[in-house]
């Protein structure tokens, strides 16, 4: 899964684009021909994580590669760069942007536009006074061509006032080289001379050859063709030693036919403008060759990445394969162990049931014991009271066959009764056939006394009125007295 992620490659190869590009272009434009893979994307990716800081300086370094190249995708990229370093308040990153966009304006010859865009990157550079200055002299450039030589004069200025405060060697160089050209136009070509050597005096030696050339120029322009000669012989000489770049010797060699012609030494200026040729020929093969190893590692680059595509896809259709059968193995281990849930569900089910079976069956054998218990008791009371009952035949017989011995129903009497109140014995045994009768009606008729109480009670028995007074040891009137409330009572 995570080589199926191409999230985390992107992120790898734009953090190494990004760094690569920072060591090529961190200090501004650099002339390498080094290619930078994914370059273009960075910004982009950067600015969707939010990151606008690293999305502004990816965007610049990108217009960086792309000048010379690709002024439409420098131009773009530029103003990308300028959009994100305002979301990041980066401003020098908008500063040194809106620096390119103005420089790529003055070579369209959109001088009036290129203005306002440097004076924007003016005010954006804050205490960086050297790209201060360098701007500043870029607009300065921008009123020349414009004819517009008072405003030149004021930013010109301005750039030697920041390159002083930035202490550059490279501002004061090209400020006082400007100077010169601003005071050729006016025609105060001593002026002019003068910032010259103030050039010179700044300059090293592989600058010698422009310095030469401006000289040379310089006196042409004022008719002292002396110091004319003495600075184009000094030039001539110099371009001999190739210290100078191919688009400063086409210059060179352009000035000395100019002279040459002036002198009236065609042939010369002829051989001059043969060299022009030369040198513009080799400027233009080392852009074409420029711009063809360019492509060339455009092509190497996408040929290689697409390859790499076609890998990464083969890769990815694996790992779906792999994983596409690994979800199938999974359902069925799922389904495998569904059925094995239910199973175990049915089993532990099957287990609760014969549980509470074993257990009911158990409870039943516990009652069945019980109630066998109870029916040996009941069995042997009732053996105990049918042996009772036969002796107390045995000795009523006796007693009716001879009603004058006494004996034996005083023998009955103590079989029946033991001794004891007739009363409590005959309520124990109705207590043993009818358990709580008595209580349960003391309880609801609690306004009956105890006479009336055991009348309701003997009523279940249906008595005769002479025998149930008997055995109250009451007459029959008390006992009509006491049946007549009863019945008034029950009747509520």
């Given at each position: 899964?995570?080589?199926?992620?191409?999230?985390?490659?992107?992120?790898?190869?734009?953090?190494?684009?990004?760094?690569?590009?920072?060591?090529?272009?961190?200090?501004?434009?650099?002339?390498?021909?080094?290619?930078?893979?994914?370059?273009?994307?960075?910004?982009?990716?950067?600015?969707?994580?939010?990151?606008?800081?690293?999305?502004?300086?990816?965007?610049?370094?990108?217009?960086?590669?792309?000048?010379?190249?690709?002024?439409?995708?420098?131009?773009?990229?530029?103003?990308?760069?300028?959009?994100?370093?305002?979301?990041?308040?980066?401003?020098?990153?908008?500063?040194?942007?809106?620096?390119?966009?103005?420089?790529?304006?003055?070579?369209?010859?959109?001088?009036?536009?290129?203005?306002?865009?440097?004076?924007?990157?003016?005010?954006?550079?804050?205490?960086?006074?050297?790209?201060?200055?360098?701007?500043?002299?870029?607009?300065?450039?921008?009123?020349m061509l414009l004819g517009e030589y008072d405003?030149?004069?004021?930013?010109?200025?301005?750039?030697?006032?920041?390159?002083?405060?930035?202490?550059?060697?490279?501002?004061?160089?090209?400020?006082?080289?400007?100077?010169?050209?601003?005071?050729?136009?006016?025609?105060?070509?001593?002026?002019?001379?003068?910032?010259?050597?103030?050039?010179?005096?700044?300059?090293?030696?592989?600058?010698?050859?422009?310095?030469?050339?401006?000289?040379?120029?310089?006196?042409?322009?004022?008719?002292?063709?002396?110091?004319?000669?003495?600075?184009?012989?000094?030039?001539?000489?110099?371009?001999?030693?190739?210290?100078?770049?191919?688009?400063?010797?086409?210059?060179?060699?352009?000035?000395?036919?100019?002279?040459?012609?002036?002198?009236?030494?065609?042939?010369?200026?002829?051989?001059?403008?043969?060299?022009?040729?030369?040198?513009?020929?080799?400027?233009?093969?080392?852009?074409?060759?420029?711009?063809?190893?360019?492509?060339?590692?455009?092509?190497?680059?996408?040929?290689?990445?697409?390859?790499?595509?076609?890998?990464?896809?083969?890769?990815?259709?694996?790992?779906?394969?792999?994983?596409?059968?690994?979800?199938?193995?999974?359902?069925?281990?799922?389904?495998?162990?569904?059925?094995?849930?239910?199973?175990?569900?049915?089993?532990?089910?099957?287990?609760?049931?014969?549980?509470?079976?074993?257990?009911?069956?158990?409870?039943?054998?516990?009652?069945?014991?019980?109630?066998?218990?109870?029916?040996?008791?009941?069995?042997?009371q009732l053996s105990s009271a049918l042996s009772?009952?036969?002796?107390?035949?045995?000795?009523?017989?006796?007693?009716?066959?001879?009603?004058?011995?006494?004996?034996?129903?005083?023998?009955?009497?103590?079989?029946?009764?033991?001794?004891?109140?007739?009363?409590?014995?005959?309520?124990?045994?109705?207590?043993?056939?009818?358990?709580?009768?008595?209580?349960?009606?003391?309880?609801?008729?609690?306004?009956?006394?105890?006479?009336?109480?055991?009348?309701?009670?003997?009523?279940?028995?249906?008595?005769?009125?002479?025998?149930?007074?008997?055995?109250?040891?009451?007459?029959?009137?008390?006992?009509?007295?006491?049946?007549?409330?009863?019945?008034?009572?029950?009747?509520?």
């Amino acid at each position: 899964m995570a080589s199926c992620d191409p999230y985390r490659i992107d992120s790898q190869n734009m953090s190494d684009a990004f760094e690569t590009a920072k060591l090529v272009y961190g200090n501004g434009e650099s002339d390498t021909l080094l290619f930078i893979p994914e370059l273009d994307k960075v910004s982009g990716y950067f600015a969707q994580k939010r990151q606008y800081g690293k999305a502004a300086l990816a965007a610049l370094y990108y217009g960086y590669s792309e000048l010379g190249f690709d002024n439409a995708a420098a131009m773009e990229s530029l103003l990308m760069a300028e959009q994100y370093g305002v979301l990041a308040n980066d401003s020098l990153t908008v500063a040194r942007a809106q620096y390119q966009e103005g420089k790529m304006l003055v070579d369209d010859y959109m001088h009036e536009d290129a203005i306002v865009v440097l004076s924007n990157s003016i005010q954006c550079f804050g205490y960086h006074y050297e790209e201060k200055a360098l701007a500043q002299n870029a607009v300065a450039c921008c009123y020349m061509l414009l004819g517009e030589y008072d405003s030149a004069m004021v930013c010109l200025d301005r750039s030697l006032d920041y390159a002083e405060k930035g202490n550059s060697d490279l501002a004061r160089r090209k400020t006082w080289n400007n100077y010169a050209v601003l005071y050729r136009l006016l025609g105060d070509h001593e002026q002019g001379i003068e910032c010259l050597r103030k050039v010179s005096r700044i300059t090293d030696t592989d600058k010698s050859t422009l310095f030469l050339m401006n000289m040379g120029k310089a006196f042409l322009a004022c008719g002292a063709m002396d110091s004319a000669t003495y600075y184009f012989r000094d030039l001539e000489r110099e371009l001999n030693n190739a210290n100078a770049c191919d688009e400063t010797v086409v210059t060179a060699y352009d000035a000395l036919s100019d002279f040459a012609e002036r002198q009236g030494d065609y042939m010369k200026a002829l051989e001059y403008e043969k060299q022009v040729e030369q040198y513009i020929g080799i400027v233009r093969d080392r852009i074409e060759q420029r711009n063809v190893y360019r492509i060339q590692q455009r092509y190497d680059y996408g040929k290689l990445q697409n390859d790499l595509d076609k890998k990464i896809i083969r890769k990815r259709h694996v790992i779906m394969l792999l994983i596409l059968v690994l979800a199938v193995i999974l359902g069925f281990s799922l389904v495998l162990y569904y059925r094995y849930v239910q199973k175990k569900l049915h089993e532990a089910e099957l287990s609760a049931v014969l549980l509470r079976f074993m257990n009911q069956n158990r409870e039943l054998l516990k009652q069945n014991d019980e109630q066998k218990k109870k029916n040996d008791i009941v069995s042997e009371q009732l053996s105990s009271a049918l042996s009772e009952k036969l002796k107390a035949m045995q000795k009523l017989h006796i007693f009716l066959k001879n009603r004058k011995d006494i004996t034996a129903l005083t023998d009955l009497e103590k079989q029946l009764f033991g001794g004891h109140d007739h009363w409590e014995v005959m309520l124990g045994v109705i207590h043993t056939v009818y358990p709580g009768l008595f209580e349960r009606i003391k309880d609801e008729y609690p306004m009956m006394n105890e006479l009336e109480q055991k009348v309701f009670l003997l009523s279940r028995f249906k008595l005769s009125r002479p025998d149930e007074a008997a055995i109250l040891g009451v007459s029959t009137s008390v006992l009509d007295k006491a049946r007549g409330r009863v019945r008034k009572l029950t009747a509520h």
